[in-house]
């Protein structure tokens, strides 16, 4: 029977479902695996697929020990538990942005669109979303740790993520879990089933599967008292931060009454400011904060399905077809949509307004003021929520045969992807409504009116009080506030074949060779309500886009073994690949990879790669009009009185921009594994990479734009709005910026030891495994000034990175019982390098994770299985102001009880 050979799908087999719970069977299967080869760094990136040949670019083949821990709610979640991985998206990144829920991956910190994410080998449909697939549906993950450009195309600069697919489960099993963490919260329950059968005597296997997820997230953000209201403040990190430009009901920030604050009755009191403050902020007192209500870890809900059937049409030609769907939604409170007041801004007052006081408008004539502005935290108006829904459809066709007794081998397919992305976020205030209704006036009869409809111009208009907290009526919100509303439908549509063989034989072995070509299109036709087109709302407007690209690509790779068992040079490989690209927006453009394997002695491989990998913008740095967003940065252009930058929040935008030029990179790696003759369970790995990105395409994030204006860059500071030393908004829309350089080294060292090589009557084996990765820089440059982000991993929206990251496990492995315990080590370092805090540092934080599975005994019908998983096991405080943080745990002890039955 005909069986395709895939070295990029080929890893280490892990449990089926690898983010909870797994099978006794798949546990056996697993370790049985682990014995062999061992859950370590190996080469086998590449599109040759000739039995025994080694790529030389490392790739890393994960497992259950590495992807079940914890029990993750999707295998991007597991993903970043790795220490080449940044959790730059995440539930715990995303809680106030239009991101929220959505899992993509992040190699080396370089951004998610620089990871390239395969299905079987081929392009993932849905932005990179690893919710978009049932984990239990997946029997192992490749992660390819170095560019991969000139194999699989563009977006491959830091690497790729090959999700595999089990196409050969056979049985019905269910599954179960829940989880809790200590602090009460996050509550997540799941469910998944799959099902597999052979058919026609063999020669057809179908498999089907589904899980679905429930998580209810972390809301508010001061739930945790490290978290909420904790921000950088006059120069050092500080909590029990709130505003102090507004207050629930309403703070008078001008004239003869400022610094008042208006009552649930509409009468006045003097607001409390606490023991400082700092531009916009400050620390105690009754200042308000959106984190008083605001999500810290997005809940999230998710169903997923796929089915996959491969059928042998003859003895020599395969087809594989597969489907899969997903939805994910929730609608949950997101941020306010308040009004900072300034001496001169905010909302302003006419002293004739119809709802306030007599005593007050008796104390603005006295002082002769016709009026004054006011700052408003709108907990009881405007407090939007989000609901959202993302729905991924894709399906695929694909042959694969041989010929000349199994000597060439071609493969041909076609994908079609659609990702929907709606989203609507009640609750924003309209321009001109709410203008109209806070201008309020007694009419002639003595009723509260709007000013605008004092002569019937405005018969819809209804009026709204703002004088205390709980003071709008339930018809003025429903006339001020309205539905920023977004329809997105994303289309992939990709197409290939391929030829591999081993066409000529030299003395050291068989010369390999890959060619083929691929043809994708992709496009997005993204639309906004009517509102949002007619920027009616205050603050935030949904932003429409449409627009596509065709890229037509052909490839080749060639495996030439050049000398064979000599001295020092027993098995010496060289690997050349190229592929050209033309894209129809920018296009041609070449990518390529020289390598090389040489075994010195046995079990000792060195490897070295250089490359140059691309990526083509995507379609949203592209085609996206504006995009919304708020920020508290830090402004050194406006000192407090003890030196320090100000603490300012404010308004952000961005864009996207047809004319940008693809980034190109140019890669080195080079290391060695050694698998000793003598120890055959112990691998050893250890790997340099170096990446120099040209042309990046990135939106500058508000900090870094205003510290690089602030350093000199003056064409920079055009992209940011001032009221006098006050910054008020920055614009930063999608450019080509100077540079990105990173390079550090990946590690890893994994032993097996079964106990009956101590002597002892047992089927069970002691697993010992340790991962880590040191950055020794990742800087970005814009050609005026340069910023290193190493040791600056407290702030989230920077590129920073910890100098080391360690993942060391010690497990226990048996056909009845298995557990083990991992510790995730970050070395110390600052909330934010580019900024002056006084008590920037962060110490080195050490979480531990653990997990039980116990089988229940069977000597027929169905096994059962039921298992114990504890994430930071003893519930570590995150640092203070980790906020939205990639690295740090915000969410404390989190314990998950399940089980499985497999028939």
């Known amino acids: 029977m005909f069986s395709t050979r895939n070295r990029l ?53 994960l497992g259950a020990e590495d992807l079940s821990i914890g029990v993750r709610t999707n295998v991007a979640a597991a993903l970043n538990d790795m220490p080449q991985f940044r959790a730059t998206t995440s539930p715990q990144t995303t809680g106030t942005n239009t991101s929220a829920g959505q899992a993509p991956v992040d190699l080396r910190g370089l951004g998610n669109n620089r990871t390239l994410v395969l299905m079987d080998g081929r392009r993932f449909s849905s932005d990179n979303d690893l919710n978009a697939i049932p984990s239990n549906m997946l029997k192992g993950v490749d992660v390819v740790t170095g560019g991969a450009s000139a194999a699989w195309g563009s977006g491959a600069v830091a690497g ?61 953000k001061v739930s945790r008292s490290r978290i909420g209201r904790t921000t950088t403040f006059n120069g050092a990190i500080t909590s029990d931060v709130g505003y102090n430009n507004m207050a629930y009901g309403g703070l008078i920030t001008s004239g003869v009454l400022a610094g008042q604050a208006f009552n649930a009755d509409g009468s006045l009191r003097t607001f409390d400011q606490g023991y400082a403050q700092s531009g916009n902020f400050q620390a105690g007192g009754e200042g308000p904060s959106n984190d008083d209500w605001s999500p810290l870890v997005t809940p999230q809900k998710r169903y997923t399905a796929m089915a996959t059937l491969t059928y042998d049409l003859t003895s020599s030609i395969k087809l594989t077809a597969q489907a899969r769907y997903s939805r994910m939604f929730n609608d949950y409170i997101w941020f306010g949509d308040n009004i900072q007041g300034s001496q001169t801004g905010g909302q302003y007052i006419s002293a004739d307004n119809a709802f306030l006081s007599q005593d007050i408008r008796d104390q603005l004539a006295a002082a002769g003021e016709t009026g004054f502005y006011m700052g408003r935290a709108n907990r009881d108006l405007s407090y939007p929520s989000i609901d959202f829904e993302r729905e991924t459809f894709q399906g695929t066709l694909a042959l694969d045969g041989e010929f000349a007794n199994g000597a060439l081998r071609w493969s041909a397919y076609y994908s079609h992807g659609e990702f929907h992305n709606n989203i609507d976020t009640p609750g924003f205030l309209l321009s001109e409504n709410f203008a109209n209704a806070v201008d309020a006036v007694f009419d002639g009869a003595g009723n509260i009116v709007c000013r605008s409809n004092l002569g019937g111009a405005n018969p819809g208009c209804v009026p709204v009080n703002l004088f205390g907290f709980g003071a709008p009526s339930d018809e003025a919100i429903d006339y001020v506030t309205g539905t920023p509303m977004q329809r997105a439908k994303t289309k992939l549509d990709v197409g290939g074949i391929s030829l591999r063989g081993e066409p000529v034989s030299l003395p050291a072995g068989d010369v390999s060779i890959a060619i083929g070509g691929e043809i994708r299109h992709e496009s997005i036709d993204q639309r906004n309500g009517a509102l949002d087109a007619a920027r009616a709302f205050r603050t935030f407007n949904l932003s429409a886009m449409e627009g596509g690209f065709t890229v037509s690509e052909g490839f080749a790779e060639v495996a030439i073994p050049v000398i064979y068992n ?8 060289i690997n050349a690949a190229a592929r050209i690209s033309h894209y129809s927006t920018t296009g041609s453009i070449w990518s390529w990879k020289l390598g090389a394997t040489n075994e010195f002695f046995p079990g000792f491989v060195g490897r070295v790669t250089r490359s140059r990998d691309i990526r083509s913008a995507g379609l949203s740095e592209l085609y996206t009009q504006q995009t919304t967003g708020y920020n508290t940065i830090q402004n050194p252009f406006l000192l407090d009185a003890d030196g320090n930058p100000t603490s300012e929040y404010i308004l952000s935008n961005g864009g996207g921009n047809p004319d940008l030029n693809p980034e190109t990179a140019d890669t080195w790696t080079f290391g060695a594994t050694y698998n000793p003759p003598a120890i055959s369970r112990l691998n050893v790995s250890l790997d340099y990479y170096n990446i120099n990105i040209d042309d990046v395409i990135t939106s500058i994030a508000a900090q870094d734009l205003i510290t690089r204006c602030y350093n000199g860059n003056t064409a920079l500071c055009g992209n940011i709005t001032f009221s006098g030393n006050s910054i008020t908004r920055t614009v930063s829309g999608y450019v080509n910026l100077a540079n990105y350089k990173t390079d550090g080294i990946d590690g890893a060292i994994d032993y097996v030891l079964p106990l009956y090589d101590l002597g002892a009557d047992s089927d069970g084996r002691l697993h010992f495994n340790v991962k880590g990765t040191w950055v020794n820089s990742l800087t970005t440059n814009d050609g005026e000034s340069e910023i290193e982000y190493v040791r600056s991993q407290g702030y989230s929206f920077g590129l920073g990175v910890p100098k080391w990251r360690v993942n060391a496990t010690v497990g226990y492995e048996s056909e009845s019982v298995s557990g083990l315990v991992r510790a995730r080590y970050i070395s110390p370092g600052e909330y934010n390098s580019t900024l002056s805090i006084s008590n920037n540092h962060i110490p080195a934080y050490t979480y531990f994770d653990a997990q039980l599975r116990f089988a229940i005994p069977t000597e027929s019908g169905p096994s059962m299985e039921f298992t114990l998983d504890a994430s930071n096991l003893f519930d570590k405080k995150p640092p203070y102001g980790s906020l939205y943080s990639p690295y740090y745990d915000v969410i404390g002890r989190f314990v998950t009880a399940g089980v499985r039955v497999k028939f």
């Open 9 to 61: 799908a080929g890893g280490a087999s892990f449990l089926a479902a690898a983010i909870s719970l797994s099978t006794v069977a798949q546990a056996q299967d697993a370790s049985a695996d682990a014995a062999d080869a061992g859950d370590v760094i190996i080469v086998s990136s590449s599109r040759i697929d000739a039995a025994g040949f080694d790529a030389p670019t490392p790739t890393m083949h």
């Open 160 to 220: 790729v993520v090959n999700l595999i697919v089990d196409t050969d489960y056979e049985g019905l099993e269910l599954g179960g879990s829940a989880g809790i963490s200590s602090y009460g919260d996050n509550f997540t329950r799941r469910f998944d089933a799959k099902f597999g059968t052979s058919f026609d005597g063999g020669r057809g296997h179908f498999v089907i599967g589904g899980e679905y997820l429930d998580s209810e997230g972390v809301i508010p």
């Open 566 to 573: 000599t001295p020092l040079l027993q098995k010496l490989d």
